[in-house]
């Protein structure tokens, strides 16, 4: 097995985990990965980086290079979301 096979169902994975981001937000998976920085669509990105990095277990620096960052902007996005998520309990 080759690494890019070993990788493939990951990214696979991260991939249809930002559609369905997408499809939960309303906002374009294009928006999800640009640089806007409008609350909506950074708050949409911070899910995604967030799902894929509990749900998949990819690198902070994978998902960084993924949407165009830097790991710690990921790491940002994990624990913001984690914090929203117990304000909200």
């Known amino acids: 097995m080759t ?16 559609m369905d981001v997408a ?5 374009p998976i294009s ?5 806007n920085r ?3 669509i950074y708050r949409a990105r911070q899910y995604a980086q967030w799902r894929i990095y509990r749900e ?5 620096l994978s998902i960084g290079r993924m949407f165009g960052r830097d790991h710690t902007s990921v790491l940002n996005s994990i ?3 984690d914090t929203l998520m117990k304000e909200a309990k």
């Open 56 to 60: 998949t277990g990819m690198s902070l």
């Open 31 to 35: 928006k999800i990965f640009s640089a």
């Open 23 to 27: 499809a939960e937000t309303g906002i």
């Open 38 to 40: 409008t609350r909506q």
């Open 79 to 81: 624990r913001r979301i």
């Open 3 to 18: 690494l890019p096979d070993f990788l493939a169902p990951r990214q696979k994975r991260a991939d249809q985990i930002v």
